[in-house]
């Protein structure tokens, strides 16, 4: 079992940065493949991106741009979502994931088992 927390979430600027991090608990971290989604007010959970247990493989959501980067350093037991040229409708709660074996499509929620509790990010204009 593991449990996350995530922090680095705040008030920024449109066009700033944020680097979100996704402390995990538990021995076996290293096992476990990593998410990022959020939900923004009024609308459904959205998958941001993925890694691998061992960081070997990513993806992220199109709809992105290639703006936001998702890392993990299994030594120290978090992942990290850099988030660059930050919009407004980027304005969510950010959360992370894991699970073993995702057993469907890792941009689906329900492929994940562990959840956090999410951290806000708020993007101004």
């Known amino acids: 079992q593991v449990q996350l927390e995530e922090s680095g979430g705040g008030l920024v600027q449109a066009g700033g940065s944020l680097r979100l991090s996704c402390a995990a608990s538990?021995?076996?971290?290293?096992?476990?493949?990593m998410g990022w989604f959020r939900q923004a007010p009024g609308k459904e959970r959205e998958f941001v991106a993925f890694?691998?247990?061992?960081?070997?493989?990513?993806y992220s959501a199109a709809s992105l741009s290639g703006r936001f980067t998702i890392s993990r350093d299994n030594a120290k037991h978090p992942v990290y979502l850099r988030m660059n040229i930050l919009k407004p409708e980027d304005t969510a709660v950010y959360y992370c994931?894991?699970?073993?074996?995702?057993?469907?499509?890792?941009?689906?929620?329900?492929?994940?088992?562990?959840w956090g509790q999410g951290t806000q990010v708020t993007v101004s204009s």
């Open positions: 538990g021995r076996y971290f290293s096992r476990y493949n």
């Open positions: 890694i691998t247990r061992i960081g070997g493989t990513t």
């Open positions: 994931a894991a699970d073993l074996n995702p057993t469907g499509t890792v941009a689906a929620g329900s492929s994940y088992t562990y």
